[in-house]
């Protein structure tokens, strides 16, 4: 059977703020990302996923939404985000904004009304509570806030200045399916959806059990000693995803890819049944904690095949706006980077790059007490060096630095004296136009890449084997659909190796030397093959 686009798409995440600057004031904008669309075009993602962009007074930069249907004036008008919707689809590219449903800001006019009184039309918009219970927010802390006017607290899953919308409220719901109605009608292709799991808690308000776990981890939510049972993953979520992929459904075929924490049987839950009629994607966050290593991936290959099988299709995705770099865990190695990609583009899945990973751009170490994330500055008196132990990016503008594309001051993200976050020293070599020139560059090995997965079906499309009887260090697997199939070699060694192989013919190689003979092959220390 023929899969819908969403299947077979690769996707390529936009922090516009990050991206091109075009008016000069340091913040990147949505004309910036317009006068890009040449260089998204050329790299062959065939989806682009933009963090958001509305009307916000940017606590969280922009995941704090005071109106869902305006953008804010930083980032361009109204007429920007329409045009930027037909020119990718001009280009044969589809777009997903980012929608945030489980929280408004606080200066959203709903919540501003809201708090005002207990009996004004949207007293019930949000959740309120005489009394707290013992429910902690997932950055820590209780999530219950005080309001003077109620003399009520209202609940916030994330920071204290983006309240918990109310889905149990009919009236709630509507608003916010309309708002996801209303960019659809714009031709937008979809959603990556903000901490989905979240949207319901349960009805009783019931307190969270005790357990042992101090931080959350990629797949166990829970942390600071309480297990998040009644405000994580509620069956009235799980419903909710089939409810939102109806209203999706009115409009065609449309991407929603659930933002899940937690394990790969809970992330299933949102899927859907058989037929996956729920959300289209889920993030598989557990690979962001990835190992560089053969053995690492083969059971993680292994893994998802297992719980994410045909009809679905797992998301690898190893880097993001909240988390490292994905090259901070090879230090910085550009040749493991192209591994890692060549991993992540011919495996199995819609592949998610994060801007500026094809450039192999770093994380830049930058101070809590000036972060303009609120979360490190909630962590301001804890020594940032505790996180750096146990691998946590605290401060997320470490990530999230400005775009590198060129040598020019500023890496030729803006023409201001100032960018609003500063530019990783390292831009001078790590840059787009750099690489762009570099036959063996990171940039230059995943647009190849990219464009044999976008003309094979088997790599979109086709079923995964793996392979066996490898020596140690070579992940092997083989991608079918029909009569055609592609095999991949991967030394995650830094020994070369060689080996018999009977192959057919080589369309790929990460190194000049990788070489593939009749009847053997060849592979240089973190070298990799595509045969056919
Ligand atoms: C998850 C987003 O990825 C993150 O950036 C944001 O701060 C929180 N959700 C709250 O919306
Ligand atoms: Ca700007």
């Known amino acids: 059977m023929t899969k819908s686009w969403y299947h077979k798409t690769s996707i390529y995440q936009i922090y516009p703020r990050s991206f091109y600057d075009s008016n000069h004031d340091g913040i990147g904008d949505l004309k910036g990302i317009l006068s890009k669309l040449d260089y998204l075009t050329e790299l062959g993602f065939e989806t682009l996923w933009i963090s958001p962009f509305f009307s916000s007074p940017q606590a969280d930069l922009g995941y704090d939404i005071s109106s869902y249907t305006d953008i804010a004036p930083e980032y361009g008008s109204m007429d920007d985000a329409l045009l930027l919707i037909e020119e990718i689809h001009k ?49 820590g802390g209780s999530g219950w806030h005080y309001a003077k006017e109620r003399g009520q607290y209202f609940w916030s899953s994330f920071l204290p200045f983006q309240p918990d919308l109310n889905y149990r409220n009919p009236e709630v719901k509507k608003v916010m399916l309309d708002a996801v109605r209303f960019w659809l009608s714009k031709g937008v292709d979809g959603f990556r959806l903000d901490i989905f799991n979240v949207i319901y808690k349960d009805a009783e308000f019931r307190d969270n059990p005790f357990t ?72 598989d966050f557990d690979m962001l904690t990835f190992k560089f290593t053969a053995e690492y991936f083969r059971e993680l290959i292994q893994k998802i095949e297992a719980h994410v099988p045909d009809p679905f299709m797992p998301v690898y995705v190893f880097g993001n706006h909240d ?52 979360i490190p500055r909630k962590f301001k008196h804890i020594p940032p060096l505790l996180f750096d132990m146990i691998g946590l990016t605290i401060n997320r503008d470490e990530v999230r630095t400005p775009m590198q594309w060129d040598e020019t001051a500023n890496a030729g993200f803006s023409s201001a004296q100032k960018a609003w976050l500063p530019v990783h020293k390292n831009y001078k070599t790590i840059n787009v136009e750099t690489e762009s020139e570099d036959e063996n560059s990171l940039l ?44 991949i070699l991967l030394n995650f060694d830094k020994k070369e190796k060689q080996f018999e192989f009977e192959n057919t013919h080589c369309i790929f190689k990460l190194f000049p030397k990788d070489k593939a003979a009749k009847k053997s092959v060849y592979l240089s220390s973190f070298g990799g093959m595509i045969l056919k």
């Open 91 to 139: 280009r044969g590219m589809k777009i997903v904004f980012d929608m945030v449903m489980n929280h408004t800001s606080t200066e959203h006019e709903w919540f501003k009304e809201s708090r005002s009184s207990r009996t004004n039309p949207k007293a019930d918009w949000y959740l309120w509570r005489d009394k707290p219970n013992n429910w902690k927010s997932m950055t």
């Open 212 to 283: 042992f776990q101090l931080a959350p981890t990629e797949t166990n939510p829970s942390g600071f000693f309480q297990e998040a049972k009644y405000t994580l993953n509620q069956p009235e979520s799980f419903a909710f995803a089939k409810e939102l992929r109806a209203v999706c459904d009115e409009f065609g075929e449309k991407l929603l890819l659930g933002e899940i924490s937690g394990d790969r049987e809970t992330a299933q839950k949102f899927l859907g049944t058989k037929t996956n009629d729920g959300l289209t994607l889920a993030f």
């Open 323 to 374: 988390r490292r770099r994905s090259i901070d865990r090879l230090g910085n190695d550009l040749q493991k980077a192209k591994l890692l990609h060549m991993l992540q583009l011919t495996v199995r899945c819609v592949p998610c790059l994060y801007y500026g990973e094809e450039i192999g751009m770093t994380n830049l170490k930058q101070s809590f007490a000036t972060a303009l994330d609120p």
């Open 444 to 487: 230059n090995t995943i647009r190849a890449v990219m464009k044999i997965r976008v003309e094979e079906k088997s790599l979109r499309e086709g079923t995964l084997e793996m392979l066996t009887d490898l020596p140690n260090g070579v992940l092997g697997y083989i991608r079918k659909f029909e009569d055609e199939k592609i095999i």
